[in-house]
C-alpha cells in the first residue's frame, strides 16, 4: 500500500498521493488543515520516478516542486506536467 507524504506550502499542510489517471501517472494534494481548499493535481513526465509506488522516497523538494506546478482539480484539464 503506497504510504502517503505530508509537506507544508501555501501555508497549509498537504497529504500527496500517486495516482493514475487514464495512463497518466498524476501527484493528488489533499489539504490536511482546511477543508476549504480544492484538490490539487499535476502530472508527473514517464521518466520521473517510473517504478515507485509512493513518494516515500522522492525528497521533499521536489514533491513541492510539484505541488507548485499543480492546478486545483477540476479546474484545468490539461494538468500541469512536471520534468525532471
Known amino acids: 500500500m503506497p504510504v502517503p507524504v505530508t ?4 501555508g497549509d499542510s498537504w497529504r500527496a498521493e500517486l495516482a493514475d489517471d487514464g495512463g497518466k501517472r498524476i501527484v ?3 489539504c490536511l488543515t482546511t ?5 490539487r493535481v499535476a502530472c508527473m513526465d514517464s521518466g520521473w520516478y517510473p517504478d515507485a509506488e509512493s513518494l516515500e ?3 521533499e523538494e521536489q514533491v513541492k516542486a ?3 506546478s499543480s ?13 525532471r
Open 7 to 10: 509537506i507544508s506550502a501555501d
Open 57 to 59: 522516497n522522492v525528497p
Open 71 to 83: 492546478g486545483s482539480m477540476g479546474v484545468r484539464l490539461d494538468f500541469p506536467a512536471y520534468g
Open 28 to 30: 493528488v494534494f489533499f
Open 35 to 39: 477543508d476549504q481548499r480544492p484538490y
Open 66 to 68: 510539484l505541488f507548485r
